[in-house]
């Protein structure tokens, strides 16, 4: 919840508390410059409006550059989610029964008569990020909630309306945000999922967080026995927001040990333990395909939450420091990581197009199975030689 009374008092008081706790707050920025932008922000601070101060609250938080350490804004969400494609923003998610469901798939062109592409530029400041790529999916993930759009000025209240494209016919719809935000990232069905085909294994990864301890196990046994026996095995954690990283170590151990042929696919909200994964099955010799990923593989993690006495609230990053991840090393974080690498890159970029989404084509998977087919007819023929040879 935010408070409308917030003196700067408060403002340097969490930022002192974030530099208590948080391992490595100026990897991205000197203290000079954030002292520096923190005085500018300062001036004229009491003729600031709520939204104005927790902007500036927001554009400091946001070069620490840290993806784990956010400032605390509540708010709720509007019955939509948009996604970048090829041919500009779309919403490719609503709630049943909160919005018409033509919406789905429609282009958005204004939310508030503001074009869809000023607002992510006027968002850019108070995000952080490592890509330019992977910025826009993190704002298009917060533009759902009513209090950034305050913030942002887009919005002045907790119904919008947003100016789409239909076809070829413009309409402008109100929507309403009325479901409080608890968690960042919706979980979409179980954590872990899994389909066996007689030439290659699919596993889908939603989140790294282990509720279902059989479905895990047997997660595990399968693909050790694709590895095994040379099946190739692909590996989804697009829009997976991370978890607990011991749960991903024996996949990556066993893809290492039995060298088996492995693709992932990722995108920009693959954040968190996901990237570390997405970057362990390439160490391996794994293949990347998708969108850039949010974040480096050497961020810092397991938030914190601390609160300044008017209620000023931020999560804070609390693990390893950049020297101390020297001596971390494992199958989780390999020998070659750079520890200022920029966002993890796929090695065969797909962004997806609306009438894919439409049509349910998932390009980044079809990719990875013309690889596979091309694999098995390349041993076909290897077979066939050795054969003649004999």
Avoid at 2 to 20: A, G, M, Q, T
Avoid at 165 to 175: F, H, I
Avoid at 229 to 256: A, Q, W
Wanted: contains cysteine; glycine residues 6%; hydrophobic residues 35%.
């Amino acid at each position: 919840m935010r408070e409308k009374y917030l003196p700067f008092e408060d403002v340097v008081e969490l930022f002192s508390k974030i530099y208590i706790i948080h391992p490595q707050m100026f990897v991205h920025i000197t203290p000079f410059q954030f002292e520096k932008q923190l005085n500018k922000s300062s001036k004229n601070w009491e003729n600031l409006t709520i939204n104005e101060k927790y902007y500036e609250i927001m554009r400091l938080n946001a070069l620490i550059g840290d993806l784990h350490t956010s400032i605390e804004i509540g708010g709720k969400n509007y019955p939509i989610k948009m996604q970048k494609c090829r041919e500009g923003v779309f919403i490719t998610k609503i709630r049943d029964g909160e919005c018409d469901e033509n919406l789905l798939y429609s282009k958005v062109l204004e939310i508030n008569n503001i074009p869809i592409e000023e607002i992510i530029e006027m968002a850019k400041p108070i995000v952080a990020s490592e890509s330019e790529e992977a910025l826009e999916s993190r704002i298009l993930n917060k533009l759902n909630n009513s209090n950034f759009l305050q913030i942002l000025g887009v919005a002045d209240q907790e119904k919008i309306e947003v100016s789409v494209l239909e076809g070829d016919e413009v309409k402008n719809v109100t929507l309403s945000s009325k479901v409080h935000i608890v968690e960042k990232y919706p979980l979409e069905g179980t954590n872990f999922d899994i389909n066996i085909q007689d030439d290659y294994v699919y596993v889908k990864i939603n989140r790294f967080r282990d509720q279902q301890g059989n479905m895990l196990s047997k997660i595990h046994a399968e693909v050790e026995r694709a590895f095994e026996s040379g099946k190739p095995v692909i590996f989804d954690v697009r829009n997976n927001p991370g978890g607990n990283t011991r749960l991903f170590t024996p996949l990556c151990d066993g893809l290492r040990e039995e060298k088996g042929k492995a693709f992932c696919l990722v995108n920009g909200n693959s954040a968190s333990a996901s990237v570390l994964f997405a970057n362990a099955v390439r160490e391996a010799g794994g293949t990347l395909v998708g969108e850039t990923m949010s974040q480096s593989a050497t961020f810092h993690a397991n938030a914190k939450s601390i609160e300044t006495i008017n209620g000023l609230g931020a999560k804070v990053s609390t693990s390893l420091t950049v020297e101390d991840k020297k001596t971390y090393r494992t199958s989780i974080i390999p020998m070659s990581v750079d520890y200022y690498q920029d966002a993890i890159k796929p090695d065969v970029e797909i962004v997806p197009s609306i009438e894919d989404l439409k049509n349910g084509k998932d390009e980044a998977l079809d990719y990875c199975l013309n690889e596979i087919d091309k694999m098995d007819k390349t041993s076909k023929e290897e077979f066939e030689e050795t054969e003649l040879v004999f």
